[in-house]
T-cell receptor
Framework: AQKITQTQPGMFVQEKEAVTLDCTYDTSDPSYGLFWYKQPSSGEMIFLIYQGSYDQQNATEGRYSLNFQKARKSANLVISASQLGDSAMYFCAMSGIIQGAQKLVFGQGTRLTINP | DTGVSQDPRHKITKRGQNVTFRCDPI?????LYWYRQTLGQGPEFLTY????????KSRLLSDRFSAERPKGSFSTLEIQRTEQGDSAMYLCASSRTGGRDGYTFGSGTRLTVV
């Protein structure tokens, strides 16, 4: 079974600082994908970044980067130069590619608050 | 491409009533998923369709829950004899491959059972 653990219920960061949101995972599948989603108070889940288990380089998308450490089974999200609009819930999720990526398994989330 | 649409956005119902939610996925996505999210938690998988075939169901999906995807287009999720514990956000997502192109979520239907 796949499991995602996010140990930070809440994070408070000053605007323009970088922030790291932690995510560890557990799976027996040799091939998998890791995702980060942002959920503002309006409720929609916004896809931020993806890392495949066999990708040679860490994923980056604009201000978002994923610090992927396969041996430690961690996939931390780094947001550089945080903005007030980054305040939201952030979810780490995993999908098993071998089974055709049938579903995402989510962590419990981290609430990020950016202070001006 | 207007994204994934869900209707209604909010639903308040009395305990014991039946409710039905609709999801319209992105047109070229053949995979459709339903998730349930309770307050302060991450979304939990309910069921998955590839085209019109329902390929996987979570044990969370009791016999009061049924989902359909006729003709492989839109999907409906029905809850019969609603209970207060059914109060949650119901999220629909669609995907083309389920891989690095991601899963696109709708804005969800928030159900309140009173």
């Amino acid at each position: 079974a796949q499991k995602i653990t996010q140990t930070q219920p809440g994070m408070f960061v000053q605007e323009k600082e970088a922030v790291t949101l932690d995510c560890t995972y557990d799976t027996s599948d040799p091939s998998y994908g890791l995702f980060w989603y942002k959920q503002p108070s309006s409720g929609e889940m916004i896809f931020l970044i993806y890392q495949g288990s066999y990708d040679q380089q860490n994923a980056t998308e604009g201000r978002y980067s994923l610090n992927f450490q396969k041996a430690r089974k961690s996939a931390n999200l780094v947001i550089s130069a945080s903005q007030l609009g980054d305040s939201a819930m952030y979810f780490c999720a995993m999908s098993g590619i071998i089974q055709g990526a049938q579903k995402l398994v989510f962590g419990q989330g981290t609430r990020l608050t950016i202070n001006p | 491409d207007t994204g994934v649409s869900q209707d209604p956005r909010h639903k308040i119902t009395k305990r014991g009533q039946n409710v039905t939610f609709r999801c319209d996925p992105i047109s070229e996505h053949n995979r459709l998923y339903w998730y349930r999210q309770t307050l302060g938690q991450g979304p939990e998988f309910l069921t998955y369709f590839q085209n019109e075939a329902q390929l996987e169901k979570s044990r969370l999906l009791s016999d009061r829950f049924s989902a359909e995807r006729p003709k492989g287009s839109f999907s409906t999720l029905e809850i019969q004899r609603t209970e207060q514990g059914d109060s949650a956000m119901y999220l629909c997502a669609s995907s083309r491959t389920g891989g690095r192109d991601g899963y696109t979520f709708g804005s969800g239907t928030r159900l309140t059972v009173v």
